[in-house]
């Protein structure tokens, strides 16, 4: 950002580093620094709406997410369709699971869209769905990398959180980005006061 002011980019990924670490005021104003230099971008647009999720304002975050989300689906990449995951928190988990099917058809089913939509699933009580793309997840996982933290995901949605804290202790081994925001994301909520998921947030030495 010193180096060169103008760099929209700059401004959003240092937004997301301060989510990330909770800092979402702070985080906000990045974003918004991003936006007035690029107020036609689809990824800055977008990633206002996830920045919003995990600071667990979910209406705005739905909004935001609803002005981009067609635009963004026709350029699917990298962290997909962001616009579904407020959902599960606003009890729409069916609607949820639509918007992971259609991203996990344009993404080539993507470990990261299987295990979305997975959990999707399972939110919505179709338990059977939720383990059948498990297993798929799991097969996959076989031919490429799949990080730990997109099964623990899964897991966590079948209500089975002491599976889900043997795939997040694997993924800190593996060393898998999902667990940046493991302070913040609200998926991960029903184990907060879990004491292995309390040491494993201390492992990872957040900053205070």
Known sequence: MQLDPSYATAYQRYSLYLSAM???DESFEQI???RELEP???SINTSLGWRLYLAREYDRSISRSFETRWRWIRRLSGRTLISARPMSKRGNSAWQSRS???AAELSHSSPLTISALAHAEALSGNHAGANKLLTQLEALSKKQYVSPYY???VYLGLGKNDVAMNWLEKAYTDHSNGLVF???EPELD???TNPR???LQNRLNFPS
């Open 22 to 24: 909770g800092k979402f």
């Open 32 to 34: 918004k620094k991003a």
């Open 100 to 102: 992971w099917q259609k």
């Open 182 to 184: 493991l302070k913040v």
């Open 190 to 192: 029903p184990l907060r």
């Open 40 to 42: 036609l971008s689809i």
């Open 151 to 153: 099964i623990a995901v």
């Open 197 to 199: 998921f309390i040491t």
